[in-house]
C-alpha cells in the first residue's frame, strides 16, 4: 500500500450553513475527509447531501462556513481544486446519443489532453472500469450499470485525486453494485480518496473507511465506521459460522443472560445472535459456544447491524 500523500484532510469543512429561499437545507455542518479513505455520506431523501458535494466541488458558494478540499479554499481556488477532483452525479447527463469512446474523448480534449494522450487514458479508464470491450456501443443502448461505469470513466479522465460520487449505486441491481464497489475499492488501493453519498448505510458499511450521518441539514455523526457501531453500541449485534450444526445451539444461546435474538440466516451454520452489551459479553458468548461443542468457524459483528444505528440518529431511517 502507498503511503498517504497529503497529511492534511482533503476535505475540511467547518461550521457550513445553506438556505434555499429561507429553507435551510444545511446548517453547521462540519466534517472531514482522510487523504485515501472511501468515506460515506449517509442521510435520508432532502437531508442535504446533493447540497454539501456541490459546495465542495465548487459548483454552489457555502452562504456562511469555510470548506478547503486539499488545502484550498473552496470560492477562492475553483480551479486548482476543479484540476483534482472529479464529481460524478446522481443521474447522467445528456451525451447519450455518442459511443462510449467519443463521449470519453469529448470530455479528455475539454480537459486539455493531447489525441495521443487522449487514446491512453481512455484505454486505461475503460480498463479500469471493465468497459474495455464497449468502447463502440452507444450510451443510449448500455444497462444502467454500463452507464454508471461510463459515468465513473468520465470522472476518471483527468486522473482526480479525489472523486465526488452522488449516489452512484442507485437504480443498480445488486451485480452491478457489487461490480462498482470492486471499482471503487480498486481506485481507492490506487491512492484516490472517495466521497460517496447514499441514503442506504448498509450499501456503504462494508465498503467504507468512515462515514457522517447527515439529517436535515445537520451532521448526526462523523467518524469511523467501527466508531459508529461503539457510538449505538447498546446492543450489538454478531455473525456466527460454526465448521458443523451443534443441536440445540440456538434454543441454548437464547436462555443465555443478555441474549436478546439468536436468529438462523440463510447461510448454511450461519447465526445472527444480538444481546445486551450491559448485560453480558463477546468472551461470554464465545465460552457458551465452546462449551456446548460448537467449533467456530468465524465470529464477526454484523455491520448490516448498522441500520439500526442510522435509524436511531436519524427521524426518517433509511428506506
Ligand atoms: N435549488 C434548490 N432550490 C430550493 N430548494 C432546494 C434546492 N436544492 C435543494 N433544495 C432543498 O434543500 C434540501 C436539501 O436538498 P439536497 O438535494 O441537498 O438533499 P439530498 O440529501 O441530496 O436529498 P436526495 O437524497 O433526495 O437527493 C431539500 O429540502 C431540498 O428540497
Do not use: W
Not at 462523523?222 to 465448521?243: I, W
Not at 443441536?247 to 436462555?255: F, I, K, P, W
Request: include cysteine; charge should be negative; proline fraction near 4%.
Amino acid at each position: 500500500m502507498t503511503e498517504p500523500i497529503f497529511s492534511q484532510p482533503v476535505i475540511d469543512i467547518k461550521n457550513i450553513s445553506h438556505s434555499f429561499k429561507g429553507h435551510r437545507a444545511l446548517q453547521g455542518v462540519s466534517f472531514q475527509v482522510e487523504p485515501q479513505s472511501l468515506h460515506g455520506f449517509v442521510g435520508p431523501n432532502g437531508a442535504g447531501k446533493t447540497t454539501t458535494l456541490k459546495i465542495i466541488c465548487t459548483l454552489l458558494r457555502p452562504q456562511a462556513g469555510k470548506v478547503e478540499v486539499f488545502g484550498n479554499d473552496v470560492v477562492a481556488s475553483v480551479k486548482e481544486i476543479r484540476k483534482r477532483i472529479g464529481f460524478m452525479p446522481d443521474h447522467f447527463s445528456t451525451y447519450r446519443q455518442m459511443t462510449v469512446f467519443e463521449y470519453l474523448d469529448f470530455f479528455g480534449a475539454a480537459y486539455g489532453l493531447s489525441l495521443e494522450q487522449r487514446d491512453q487514458v481512455i484505454n486505461d479508464v475503460l480498463t479500469l472500469t471493465d468497459m474495455d470491450g464497449r468502447k463502440d456501443s452507444l450510451i443510449s443502448g448500455l444497462s444502467r450499470g454500463m452507464q454508471q461505469r461510463v459515468s465513473l470513466a468520465r470522472v476518471l479522465v483527468n486522473d482526480p485525486d479525489l472523486l465526488l460520487l452522488d449516489e452512484p449505486a442507485s437504480g443498480l441491481d445488486p451485480r452491478a453494485r457489487i461490480e462498482l464497489m470492486e471499482i471503487l475499492q480498486e481506485l481507492k488501493r490506487m491512492g484516490k480518496t472517495i466521497f460517496i453519498s447514499s441514503h442506504i448505510l448498509s450499501e456503504l458499511a462494508e465498503l467504507c473507511d468512515s462515514v457522517t450521518i447527515i439529517d436535515r441539514g445537520k451532521v448526526k455523526y462523523s467518524g469511523t465506521m467501527d466508531g459508529l457501531l461503539t457510538h449505538e453500541q447498546e446492543h450489538p449485534c454478531y455473525k456466527l459460522t460454526l465448521e458443523s450444526e451443534v443441536e440445540g445451539l440456538v434454543e441454548s444461546l437464547e436462555n443465555e443472560p443478555g441474549v436478546m435474538e439468536v436468529e438462523k440466516t440463510d447461510r448454511p451454520r450461519e447465526l445472527r445472535i444480538s444481546f445486551d452489551a450491559s448485560l453480558t459479553t463477546t468472551g461470554n458468548l464465545l465460552s457458551k459456544i465452546i462449551e456446548l461443542q460448537g467449533e467456530i468457524e468465524s465470529f464477526q459483528r454484523d455491520k448490516k447491524h448498522l441500520n439500526q444505528a442510522f435509524l436511531d440518529l436519524t427521524e426518517q431511517g433509511v428506506r
